[in-house]
């Protein structure tokens, strides 16, 4: 109490006085009934604090990515992509701002910071839609291109911070993962079914699938991923905890582009360690499959849904088109009542994770598909869902297969179209503008699936190259092993979605940047070297240069010159 005391007398006053000023006003807020102002003080109090501090600024970049979704709307003045992303640049950008004079303005992190929106500007003077969609196309890559050069730069010089937020997310993750669990035994999505902007981000959708606090069950397919890698690689106290219970939620998630990166993954982990490969080892990883399991399996009667209570009816909306939303997997996938079929989008309504760009006028409405009507959800009956079989039945289905060599054929006519939509692409949003004025009419969600195959779309062979170059030059420079499994694994996901919008995806390869720049030697921060002062008489004193053995046997009061050295600037 006395260090916490002292502390608040060391505060300035007039800091003390606008902090007890924001206090009375957000207390005069909720007395008068409205909390909406009382959050936005206390938010905008909470974004001040962090703001002072570039450590502070790191760690709310995770927490932002990772523990807000994008799919519940509490009133931002934008699509809540777009907001967050506003928010996480500007932190970014004013911590640089903060370490400009430690750091600098490295031009090579710069320049990698800026390929990917320079990409995005010149296909979109190379096609000229206006200036709308170049800002909303930049918006995204430049976000994340500040975002990463902030981590890495403070990665360098701060290793121990980015480990001790690496390890507190995954035991973070643990808790989601038992909100997961009874999200798939429940069959029900708080929180998100109560607040989603849309029904497809509720249980509606599919209640057999987890969503963890990530609103999607891709998204958190691709944050239990992350940490199972990050768990297994940094073997932090108990790490075998957070490793089985992030396995359990990557099986609950139902997300089978994780499950593709984490086998990889694996598979990488395992060639680089074979030579450390024991009986032990061998059978810690039996154990923690066997609990998996179980934990998959068994679904206690107490979190079974209640039967004397319907299932809430979502509210529909017409979003618009998405370049970042990932499809629904499978519709066939679904087996329990009361998750209707994911098919029920149709091409005029994609899923609803990014604001409607500029776009052309739409063509007249007998050309375009009906309107999606939501689906009115099942009661829920007492039989409790079996996972396992969920799981399996994800596997099995060629519906998701089929959807996506769909999606492959139609963006690769519009790529091949000409050749400057081969090299240049067909300009930034083109993906969103062609789904809203013709979709893709097989009753799926309205997005390509597929973010290498949408950069191609958009920013053509150029940009694809770039992003290509990226990824391969992140992972021959950043050495750590935590880092390259991260990247495996989001390298092989981002296949089979578009990433772009959804923060917690992207936020896993954030986590692989600042992990590998943290642990690879060559990136690590050194102290500058300080000058030393020239003694007055000194170089007389010593008498003429002479060699090392000569200087050492001289006077003392003068230091032996070595290269680098005050005293070694060559001969006067």
Request: charged share 10%; net charge positive.
């Amino acid at each position: 109490m006395r260090v916490l005391a002292d502390r608040i007398r060391g505060v300035e006053r007039r800091v003390r006085y606008l902090g007890l000023g924001l206090v009375v006003l957000a207390a005069g807020f909720l007395l008068t009934g409205r909390w909406q102002l009382a959050l936005g003080v206390a938010v905008g109090a909470l974004l001040g604090w962090v703001l002072t501090d570039p450590v502070r600024i790191t760690w709310a970049v995770f927490v932002i990515a990772f523990a807000v979704p994008v799919t519940i709307d509490v009133g931002y003045p934008t699509n809540p992509s777009y907001a967050l992303l506003l928010v996480l640049f500007l932190l970014a950008a004013w911590g640089r701002v903060l370490r400009a004079e430690r750091d600098g303005w490295p031009p090579k992190a710069l320049a990698a910071a800026l390929l990917l929106p320079a990409c995005a500007v010149l296909a979109g003077l190379v096609h000229w839609h206006g200036v709308k969609p170049i800002a909303v196309g930049v918006a995204p890559l430049l976000c994340f291109g500040v975002l990463a050069w902030h981590l890495a730069e403070e990665a360098r010089h701060d290793r121990r911070t980015v480990r001790r937020i690496a390890e507190a997310l995954t035991w973070f993750s643990v808790a989601v993962a038992v909100f997961a669990k009874y999200q798939t035994a429940s069959r029900s999505w708080p929180i998100f079914d109560q607040f989603a902007y849309d029904w497809t981000y509720t249980s509606a959708f599919d209640a057999t699938r987890a969503v963890g606090l990530s609103g999607h069950p891709i998204i958190y397919g691709t944050f239990a991923m992350a940490m199972v890698l990050v768990a297994l690689t940094l073997r932090g106290r108990f790490w075998y905890v957070p490793v089985t219970a992030n396995l359990v939620g990557l099986v609950l998630s139902g997300t089978r582009s994780a499950w593709v990166g984490t086998v990889l993954a694996l598979g990488l982990w395992l060639f680089l360690q074979w030579r450390k490969v024991s009986w032990r080892g061998l059978g810690v990883a039996a154990a923690v499959a066997a609990v998996t399991f179980t934990l998959v399996a068994v679904n206690p009667p107490a979190l079974r849904p209640d039967t004397t209570t319907a299932a809430p009816t979502p509210s529909p909306a017409a979003p618009a088109a998405s370049s970042a939303a990932p499809a629904p997997e499978s519709p066939a996938a679904t087996l329990s009542p009361a998750a209707p079929s994911p098919a029920a989008p149709s091409p005029a309504a994609p899923s609803p994770a990014a604001p409607s760009p500029a776009a052309p006028a739409p063509p007249a409405a007998s050309s375009l598909p009906p309107e999606p009507v939501a689906p009115t959800p099942a009661a829920p009956t007492a039989s409790a869902v079996d996972s396992v079989d969920v799981a399996g039945s994800r596997i099995s289905d060629p519906a998701s297969a089929d959807a996506r060599f769909t999606r492959m054929s139609v963006v690769w006519d519009g790529i091949t179209r000409d050749w400057s939509t081969v090299v240049f692409g067909n300009g930034p949003e083109a993906n969103v503008r062609f789904l809203e004025n013709v979709g893709i009419g097989d009753g799926q969600a309205q997005v390509f699936d597929n973010t290498y195959l949408t950069f191609w779309y958009n920013f053509g062979l150029i940009g694809l190259a770039c992003l290509l170059a990226l990824l391969v030059l992140l992972y021959r420079r950043l050495r750590s092993l935590p880092a390259r499994l991260l990247l495996v694994g989001f390298a092989a996901q981002i296949f089979f979605f578009d990433v772009w919008l959804w923060l917690g995806a992207v936020a896993v390869l954030l986590l692989a940047v600042a992990l590998g720049a943290a642990d690879n030697p060559s990136l690590s921060a050194r102290a500058l070297p300080v000058p030393r002062r020239r003694q007055p008489g000194a170089q007389a004193a010593a008498g003429p240069r002479q060699p090392a053995a000569g200087a050492a046997a001289g006077s003392g009061s003068a230091p032996a010159a070595r290269p680098g050295s005050a005293g070694a600037s060559g001969p006067s």
